[in-house]
């Protein structure tokens, strides 16, 4: 094989011996869930808790899909330190590359991520191009970017629908992009269809055919259940490089979960001799609670990891078993993924550096305005309930990093509602600088006051929000707990599958609070949107049709 600097074959960083280098792809991949689009600074938080997590690099989005994104990934570049890489992907295709590099140019490790797709489904149907010019065109700009970002960057490329491309094709391709200067070379399994034997096989001829002078990745969606073991037989296989994300979360079905990979790494080292991962799980709860807050994706119960029953014991002998000593039942400890199991009476905080320590104890990083923000609801709270727990705290600091700039603002609301439901309510609000009131009658006292609160709206702004979604559970499981609200809304001027849906959170030990909050914010989410572009506001709106 010939190099593209004949005096050293091996680009990039690479990967130290003994390593398993974790990508995260939450804010790229993950983001793309259908409802998870974030705003910039939601972008940002996510991206300071993966930080805090310390995966090996943090795939910040697609810079060409939007001028949000763009935006967001050039702050994440800018802001991202201590030795995390920042990703940007882009299409083989002019214009997406050379995008793609100036929004990572300030990062400290900035690491660009080409890829085109090399099945003859996607060659056909969806390029329409053949394999002999997708060949060309990855060759090209793997080039290209090597010339452009200098011999130490790291340049991924990536065979999309690789697990469906015919062996000797993806072969040439991987072999080719290698010799064009390519440091990473990462193998998706685009629609989740391969079983891991097979995939480890794919992973050990790739390797065969590049030898060491690639990084080889491999980036696992979970159509059928099985991205998890896949992922986990490539690593077997030679993999070192592993595209993951918070929850699973992704395109339909999602990607490999962070936490199942890097758990599993920790769990069954005698199955992955001499590597590692070197994430800090303790961390591992805390971005799993952003994530699901901040894309509205609830976790289930029986999430592997960080569903909610992921560490509880229900049946008598599962008990004894556990209170005799935890490894009967448990095969890691719940602290080792940041799980304190514990309860905290706010009678107990010494302050703000009280709060400080316990909810760095929780995983949670919050300093300056923030911390008190936080110390003041947490104080108003311990007026309305009896005990703060861990899980109230936890949801106030959600709730204070899930806010937003506000040109709607609730001033104040009344309701009158009786057995059978009927109700009247009232609103009066500041909406876009003038003051407005709405009353109105509804099935139920939320329903009620979420129509006074359109009736004030639309004069000034032509619409209202309409809910698509409403949820509401309890923080804790005591009597007073308090409500927390999510919606997800769009514009009543805004129809049709390509309508912006935007979420909404909402907390209070009132659940009627909890719901206006919730619409407020959504309210407001929408009117940024429309006065900024929603290009602009929402990360997640892609303006390109043919993305992965
Ligand atoms: O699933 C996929 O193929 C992708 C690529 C862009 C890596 O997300
Ligand atoms: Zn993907």
């Known amino acids: 094989m010939t190099s593209f600097e004949s005096t050293n074959p091996r680009f990039g960083a690479g990967v130290p011996a003994g390593a398993v280098r974790i990508f995260d792809t939450t804010l790229r991949d993950g983001e793309q869930a259908p409802g998870a689009g974030l705003t910039a600074a ?73 890829f085109i797709a090399t099945s003859d489904i996607h060659l056909v149907h969806k390029l329409r191009m053949t394999r002999e010019q997708a060949l060309a065109e990855s060759v090209r700009w793997v080039k290209w970017a090597r010339q452009t970002l200098g011999r130490d960057a790291e340049i991924e490329f990536s065979g999309e629908d690789a697990s469906r491309t015919e062996l000797d094709y993806l072969l040439d391709v991987y072999e080719a992009v290698t010799e064009a200067g390519a440091s990473t070379l990462n193998i998706p399994d685009t629609v989740g269809y391969a079983i891991p034997s097979e995939f480890g096989r794919l992973v050990g001829a790739v390797k065969g055919r590049v030898g060491d002078a690639a990084t080889i990745s491999v980036h696992c969606h979970n159509d059928l259940g099985l991205a998890t073991a896949n992922t986990l037989a490539a690593v077997q296989a030679g993999a070192r490089q592993v595209e993951v994300t918070i929850n699973g979360l992704g395109e339909r079905a999602g990607n490999a979960s962070l936490e199942e990979v890097v758990m599993a790494l920790r769990t069954r080292p005698a199955q992955f001799p001499d590597l590692a991962a070197s994430v800090a799980t303790e961390q591992i709860t805390a971005a799993s609670r952003l994530v699901s807050y901040l894309t509205g994706f609830t976790i289930q119960p029986n999430k592997a990891i960080v569903g909610s029953n992921a560490f509880a014991h229900e049946s008598g002998i599962h008990q004894d078993g556990v209170l005799k000593n935890p490894l009967t039942y448990e095969i890691m400890t719940p602290q080792s993924v940041g799980l304190s199991g514990s309860t905290l009476s706010i009678g ?46 936890l949801a106030l600091v959600e709730q204070r990093k899930a806010d937003v700039p506000r040109s709607i603002e609730l001033l104040g609301w009344s309701i009158t509602s009786s057995s059978g439901g009927h109700s009247v309510g009232s609103a009066s609000l500041v909406v876009a600088g003038s003051a407005k009131a709405g009353n109105s009658t509804g099935n139920g006292p939320v329903n009620a006051l979420f129509k006074s609160v359109d009736e004030a709206i639309r ?23 308090q409500g927390q609200v999510l919606l997800r809304a769009r514009r009543s001027s805004d129809e049709g599958p390509g309508a912006l849906v935007v979420t909404g959170h909402g907390l209070s030990t009132n659940i009627i609070e909890a719901s206006l909050e919730a619409y407020i914010v959504a309210a407001n989410k929408l009117h940024g949107a429309e006065i900024n572009g929603v290009e ?5 709106r892609r303006v390109a049709e043919d993305l992965p």
Do not use: M
């Not at 010494?350 to 300056?368: A, D, F, T, Y």
């Not at 000034?460 to 499981?477: D, F, R």
């Not at 602009?536 to 997640?540: I, K």
């Open 536 to 540: 602009v506001a929402f990360v997640g």
């Open 42 to 114: 939601e972008k940002l938080e996510v991206a300071r808790q993966l930080a805090r997590l310390k995966v090996d690099v943090i795939e910040a989005g697609f810079p060409a899909a939007s001028p949000g994104d763009f935006e967001a990934v050039r702050r994440i570049a800018q802001e991202t330190r201590g030795g995390i890489a920042v990703a940007a992907l882009a299409r083989c295709r002019d214009g997406d590359p050379q995008r793609a590099v100036e929004a990572i140019r300030v990062a400290e490790r900035p690491h660009l991520h080409l």
């Open 348 to 393: 107990k905080l010494s302050g703000r550096r009280g709060l400080q320590g316990k909810l760095r104890e929780l995983g949670v990083e919050v300093e300056g305005e923030e911390l008190d923000a936080v110390y003041r609801a947490a104080i108003q709270l311990a007026d309305s309930k009896k005990e703060v727990t861990d899980a109230d705290l």
């Open 459 to 481: 004069p000034v702004l032509g619409w209202n929000p309409v809910l698509t979604e409403y949820e509401i559970k309890a923080v804790s499981g005591d009597g007073d707990a």
